[in-house]
């Protein structure tokens, strides 16, 4: 099954400084997506057992599918994320950019 997610555009949105620290290094985008409906689906149906809306777990994928989902707790998580991210971006270098691999 195709996944219903363009995840690399979703990213620019939700999580713009990923791509300033990837600084142009190719990233194999169907890897991507495909992990993430992967994990995806893994999300929905552990909450659609537990009758449950989002929580915080250490998945970097719950939290984007949660944010997608408009759900504020995962929109402030990654809102913070991409703080800590700026700054981790602000202090790295070109040379230090080019060393970040997928």
């Known amino acids: 099954m195709a996944s219903p997610f363009n995840i690399q555009e979703k990213l620019k949105i ?4 990923l ?3 990837l600084n142009n290094n190719k990233i194999d985008w169907k890897i991507v997506e495909k992990t993430f409906f992967k ?4 999300y929905q149906k552990k909450h659609k057992k537990n009758n449950s809306s989002f929580q915080i777990e250490a998945s970097f994928y719950s ?4 944010a997608i989902k408009k759900e504020k707790p995962a ?6 994320i991409q703080k800590l991210f700026e ?3 602000n202090s790295l270098d070109g040379d230090e950019k080019r ?3 997928t």
């Not at 994990?39 to 893994?42: A, E, G, H, W």
């Not at 939290?63 to 949660?66: H, K, L, Q």
């Not at 929109?75 to 913070?80: K, S």
């Open 14 to 17: 939700y999580f713009p400084i």
């Open 19 to 21: 791509f300033e620290l």
């Open 39 to 42: 994990k995806y689906d893994q």
């Open 63 to 66: 939290v984007i599918t949660a």
């Open 75 to 80: 929109i402030m998580l990654l809102d913070y």
């Open 87 to 89: 700054e981790l971006a």
């Open 99 to 101: 060393e970040i691999k």
